[in-house]
């Protein structure tokens, strides 16, 4: 195969990746909104009143918890028998994040998150999540972001070092 075909083909791949991921981006995350009355299980703030920071564990059973950021979202997932005696990971249908430029729901599992950025959420430092990684890279530009990770890599002493402003 020429070396003209070869990137041929790699253009038409990369073309139709985009395309791909813009149709399910487009379609977004459905999880339900959080009530007027509704706490962050881990800190007990009301959460509507941060509708551009929320985030969502959805349950198969259709209840679902509300976050008022990412941070305090995975402050749960790492740990569930404090926050949520008797629920299971295997029992989640959705874990969404809102995308910072959109404000649209993400799938937090294939969210990006910036840290150290010059964007403070509801609880101070924050994941800020992100639907793609070219946006990610212009949140870093933009805001002086000092990491970007991917939802596996975020773990409970990394939680715990942005909470108190280290991001390194």
Same mark, same amino acid.
């Given at each position: *195969? ?5 990137? &041929?083909?790699?253009?038409? @791949?990369?073309?139709?990746?985009? $395309?791909?991921?813009?149709?399910? &981006?487009?379609?977004?995350? $459905? !999880? ?34 509300? +976050?008022?950021?990412?941070?305090? *979202?995975?402050?749960? @997932? ?13 029992? *989640? ?6 995308? +910072? ?12 998150? !910036? ?14 999540? @992100?639907?793609?990684? =070219?946006?990610?890279?212009? +949140?870093?530009? =933009?805001?002086?972001? $000092?990491?970007? @990770?991917? +939802?596996? =890599? ?7 070092? !942005? ?6």
């Amino acid at each position: *195969m020429s070396a003209g075909t070869r990137l &041929l083909r790699g253009l038409l @791949l990369a073309l139709w990746t985009a $395309v791909a991921a813009s149709a399910a &981006l487009a379609q977004g995350v $459905v !999880v339900p909104k959080p009530g007027p009355k509704d706490l962050c299980p881990v800190c007990g703030m009301i959460v509507s009143k941060y509708p551009n920071w929320v985030a969502t564990v959805l349950y198969k059973d259709g209840h679902a918890h509300h +976050f008022d950021g990412a941070k305090d *979202m995975f402050k749960y @997932l790492h740990n569930l028998p404090k926050y949520a005696p008797g629920h299971r990971p295997e029992d *989640m249908a959705r874990i969404a994040v809102t995308d +910072f430029y959109d404000l649209g729901k993400v799938d937090a599992r294939t969210a990006w998150f !910036v840290i150290g950025s010059d964007v403070l959420g509801p609880m101070g430092h924050e994941f800020v999540p @992100l639907a793609s990684r =070219e946006d990610a890279a212009d +949140f870093m530009k =933009e805001h002086k972001g $000092v990491r970007t @990770l991917r +939802f596996d =890599e975020i773990t409970p002493a990394l939680v715990e070092q !942005v909470d108190h402003g280290r991001f390194r």
